[in-house]
């Protein structure tokens, strides 16, 4: 295959606040259960159908976990990109060979989009720098009101 891509795009909200753990090399991750839904009509009865699927999203960079811990809350609505990853490992209790599909937030194709509410901001992860943006932002360059353009 000349070429590939694994990009996931989802808009959903948190199902519980996010959790953040610490990896054996000391650094902080963060796992989000995202909720996605989808609506309907049923055609032969007239009543409205829901269905909703749970998605797992892990962040990793660090910048991004702290912004997650910090802002994000069970409810809140997110939008996110990122890529899928299916990680294997053994049951200790059976021994049996399980398997999770999860969102992965990391490196420079990812970002975390905070929807709705008064913390709006997008969260990106390119080179292990972060943009925060909208209502909470960096402070501002007092040379910049001096610049005539």
């Known amino acids: 295959m000349a070429g590939s891509l694994n990009k996931v795009l989802l808009i959903g909200r948190l199902g519980a606040d996010p959790e953040i753990k610490q990896m054996v090399n000391g650094k902080n991750v963060a796992r ?4 996605t839904s989808q609506s309907w009509k ?5 009543e409205k159908k829901e269905k909703t699927e749970w998605h797992r999203v892990v962040v990793f ?3 991004l976990v702290n912004v997650v811990q910090q802002y994000l809350k069970k409810g809140a609505q997110v939008y996110i990109e ?3 990853s299916t990680r294997k490992w053994k049951d200790e209790k059976t021994g049996q060979d399980k398997y999770s599909t999860e969102i992965i937030i990391q490196g420079f194709n990812s970002s975390l989009t905070m929807l709705g509410g008064g913390n709006q901001g997008s969260i990106s992860s390119q080179d292990n720098k972060q943009s925060f943006d909208q209502d909470v932002q960096s402070p501002k360059n007092e040379l910049d009101d001096d610049i005539p353009f």
């Open 32 to 35: 989000l259960s995202l909720a």
């Open 42 to 46: 049923d055609k032969n009865t007239g």
């Open 61 to 63: 960079n660090e910048g």
């Open 82 to 84: 990122g890529q899928l």
